[in-house]
């Protein structure tokens, strides 16, 4: 029989600062994340998100390992969020994997933050080969598995959604994270504001959208149709895209991962993509769909069950790693 293997997984690409423990029997065995709030007239600051990540890091850890009951000698492996990512924010966590690496002997695993995403959410749906939307303020793509590697088949030109409903909500003086407090006054919206929609091939590209919804602002449009108008535009661009992708791929399961995966209108428009095709959607849990350390520690126990890790000296993070640059041992 086959030992349990034990990963302790760090993640901090960007505001989150998370430390799991995962075991090779699926189990999430604690999961505990320290978030750096932003002011709210500035964006998520790199320097300040890493001097936060390094204030809360030795506390976060000793309180994931307290929740899983796990001594650091106990476990197998350490993995952390190589990238993509801001680079001080990456830098922390990898300080952080690389000591205890070399203190406790133990190898070091290098996860991709996007391929963690869809581990994650492979894990907590029961789905095996899905076509995945992945949308959050980091990623906006659609990839299919194919050939060892996850294939991008449509991705945001410029800035990502997550990124959009951030930067509008702060333009907005609304609260952080953006999506949250956009999705709650959508809801209390009632007339449609016409926005710029732009597909191009099978991308989408949303500054220009995100340029006329703040023009919209500051002429005095009402918050509540704004928003509701500005989801309606960003939402049906990507769905347009992923309806593509699937009729394209004929594949027979649809994966909604990401931070904005929680949004419940988002949900509503793929499910009406995905009942159209006779196909199945998994939606990950509120839980793990945004950034977490469960999504690293448990592709961690993946990755280092197939071979996969790097020696410490040269386990240099990679802010601007591509999903598609990523081979994946552990898929037939």
């Known amino acids: 029989m086959n030992k349990k293997v034990l990963c302790l997984g760090v993640e901090s690409t960007a505001h989150t600062f998370g430390v799991s423990l995962a075991s090779s029997e699926g189990e ?27 204030n809360v890091a030795a506390e976060v850890l ?25 680079g001080p924010a990456l830098r922390t966590g990898a300080t952080l994997a690389r000591a205890l690496s070399i203190w406790l002997d133990k190898p070091i695993v290098p996860v991709h933050h996007a391929v963690a995403h869809i581990e994650i959410g492979r894990l907590t749906t029961g789905s095996e080969d899905p076509l995945v939307l992945l949308v959050s303020g980091g990623h906006t793509t659609i990839a299919t598995y194919a050939m060892k590697r996850w294939r991008i088949l449509g991705e945001t030109e410029d800035i990502t959604l997550g990124n959009l409903l951030d930067v509008f909500a702060r333009e907005a003086k609304l609260d952080f994270p953006g999506g949250p407090a956009v999705e709650g006054l959508a809801k209390k919206g009632r007339n449609f504001i016409g926005l710029p929609y732009v597909v191009k091939g099978n991308d989408v590209s949303y500054s220009g959208l995100l340029t006329a919804a703040v023009k919209k602002l500051k002429e005095g449009e009402r918050i509540e149709d ?40 988002l949900q509503s428009m793929i499910q009406e993509v995905a009942q159209e095709h006779d196909t199945k959607i998994f939606i990950v849990p509120k839980r793990f769909s945004g950034d977490c350390g469960a999504q690293i520690a448990w592709t961690g126990v993946l990755a280092y069950q197939h071979g996969v890790q790097v020696d410490v000296g040269r386990s240099f993070v990679k802010p601007k790693w591509r999903l598609d640059q990523v081979d994946i041992p552990w898929r037939e």
């Open 28 to 54: 999430i065995l604690s999961d505990i994340n320290s978030t750096y709030t932003p002011l709210p007239s500035e964006g998520i600051h790199p320097r300040k998100a890493a001097q936060h990540h390094s």
């Open 62 to 86: 000793r309180l994931s390992l307290q929740k899983a009951e796990i001594k650091l000698h106990d476990i197998d492996a350490i993995a952390f969020s190589i990238g993509p990512g801001l």
């Open 226 to 265: 704004l928003c509701y108008s500005l989801q309606e535009v960003a939402f049906a661009m990507l769905t347009e895209a992923t309806e593509r992708a699937l009729a394209y791929t004929e594949k027979e399961e649809i994966l909604l991962t990401g931070g904005v995966a929680a949004n419940e209108r």
